[in-house]
């Protein structure tokens, strides 16, 4: 019996991944736009956004993986099964909305399905702690695993919260018509608001996961040392999500800063949340 258990936790713990996979791949499962770039993205854009993809993955096990994990070896293991869930359970789901045919060419098929395996692989590394109570010994590790990281391992976090939910709205035509729509001062508006909303959520409002000021840091230097890293951070995510999908090829830079900071926005709030999420 005590043999058996091992994998029974581990058979568990995958079938939690894939609830968490396809929750958390859904909304982008059923948007068109998503359709549609895994059809014409770059192979090599793809290529690198997955190999960033996984690192992040193999970063984020040890803060908040489908289960414990105590090494490396352990973390990229981790990585590569919550990958292959994202990718299963996304071409499950797209096979059964009729997405994919067998007459489709070698890469569009591979394209499609690997861009809407981020997300889902994304939700499969947090399930444990998204769909169940979590186990509170290993949720105190992953504290400390957290914490033992220090400024770095806040960084990381921000980094991960910021490309999840930046990539959840990037793929849609609404980013660059905002950007578009709005002008230099709604735009300097907008950074305004995006660091506003960063610093109350890390350090002001009383969400789960907040972060308790540092000793001695007074408002100021929070702002200075944690938001405005953290929304840089959350502009460089967005400008990478924006060219691996091809929407700053051919623009001016004036329509790509735009379109910048109108998804640096949710990338603020993802940055921000990032330890409730995670």
């Known amino acids: 019996?005590?043999?058996?258990?091992?994998?029974?936790?581990?058979?568990?713990?995958?079938?939690?991944?894939?609830?968490?996979?396809?929750?958390?791949?859904?909304?982008?499962?059923?948007?068109?736009?998503?359709?549609?770039?895994?059809?014409?993205?770059?192979?090599?854009?793809?290529?690198?956004?997955?190999?960033?993809?996984?690192?992040?993955?193999?970063?984020?096990?040890?803060?908040?993986?489908?289960?414990?994990?105590?090494?490396?070896?352990?973390?990229?293991?981790?990585?590569?099964?919550?990958?292959?869930?994202?990718?299963?359970?996304?071409?499950?789901?797209?096979?059964?909305?009729?997405?994919?045919?067998?007459?489709?060419?070698?890469?569009e098929l591979v394209g499609m399905i690997a861009i809407q395996a981020v997300p889902g692989s994304f939700g499969a590394m947090i399930a444990r702690k998204q769909l169940t109570g979590g186990d509170p010994e290993e949720d105190e590790d992953e504290e400390k695993a957290a914490r033992s990281a220090g400024y770095a391992g806040q960084l990381f976090l921000m980094l991960a919260g910021a490309l999840f939910l930046a990539f959840n709205v990037a793929p849609t035509e609404e980013m660059i018509l905002i950007g578009y729509k709005m002008g230099p001062w709604q735009t300097l508006m907008l950074m305004l608001a995006s660091m506003l909303l960063l610093h109350l959520l890390v350090f002001a409002v009383g969400f789960a996961g907040q972060e308790d000021a540092p000793e001695g840091y007074g408002v100021l230097r929070r702002f200075l040392v944690f938001t405005v890293p953290g929304y840089a951070i959350a502009l460089a995510v967005s400008l990478y999500v924006l060219w691996t999908f091809g929407r700053v090829d051919g623009n001016a830079l004036s329509a790509v800063a735009g379109t910048m900071v109108v998804l640096g926005f949710p990338a603020a709030i993802g940055a921000a949340i990032a330890r409730l999420v995670v």
């Open 1 to 107: 019996m005590t043999a058996a258990r091992p994998n029974y936790d581990y058979a568990y713990s995958l079938a939690r991944a894939f609830g968490g996979a396809i929750i958390f791949a859904l909304p982008l499962l059923m948007t068109m736009e998503m359709w549609s770039i895994g059809l014409y993205v770059h192979p090599l854009r793809l290529l690198l956004f997955i190999a960033a993809n996984f690192l992040v993955l193999v970063l984020l096990s040890r803060f908040g993986g489908f289960e414990r994990t105590s090494n490396l070896r352990e973390d990229l293991l981790d990585a590569f099964a919550a990958y292959a869930v994202g990718m299963i359970s996304s071409a499950a789901i797209l096979g059964i909305f009729g997405l994919l045919s067998a007459d489709m060419a070698l890469d």
